[in-house]
């Protein structure tokens, strides 16, 4: 059974930081890139931060503005998002998505493009 469980999530105050995790079983994570994907109330999901298979190259989106950092263990087939200087615009629930490293794919929140999807962790920004 293929299972993505992301945890991490919660409230945190304007300018904090969570770390996200998600972790892999079921399939060849090796053979996948990851994304993390996000969608906030009444808003479009949207790609924040993407790796590839080998974790050597990263994306980020504009929204995330330098401020988040993806990353994988390889050996853990767990992937992680390090949120730092977080606003109230962050707040959302991120999901964590695998899609096999032979298709054509970019790091946008186009749900058709993802093999697999996590549940997703809220994340809530606020004083």
């Known amino acids: 059974e293929v299972q993505l469980v992301e945890s991490g999530g919660g409230l945190v105050q304007p300018g904090g930081s969570l770390r996200l995790s998600c972790a892999a079983s079921?399939?060849?994570?090796?053979?996948?890139?990851m994304a993390w994907v996000r969608q906030a109330p009444g808003k479009e999901r949207e790609g924040v931060a993407c790796?590839?298979?080998?974790?050597?190259?990263?994306f980020q989106s504009d929204a995330a503005n330098g401020r988040f950092a993806v990353s994988k263990d390889r050996a853990e087939n767990t992937v992680y998002l390090l949120m730092t200087n977080l606003v109230p615009d962050d707040t959302a629930v991120y999901y964590c998505?695998?899609?096999?490293?032979?298709?054509?794919?970019?790091?946008?929140?186009?749900?058709?493009?993802?093999?697999?999807w996590g549940q997703g962790t809220q994340v809530t920004v606020s004083s």
């Open positions: 790796i590839n298979k080998d974790g050597d190259s990263t």
């Open positions: 998505a695998a899609v096999s490293t032979y298709r054509y794919w970019r790091c946008s929140g186009d749900a058709t493009q993802y093999d697999y």
């Open positions: 079921g399939f060849s994570f090796s053979t996948y890139d």
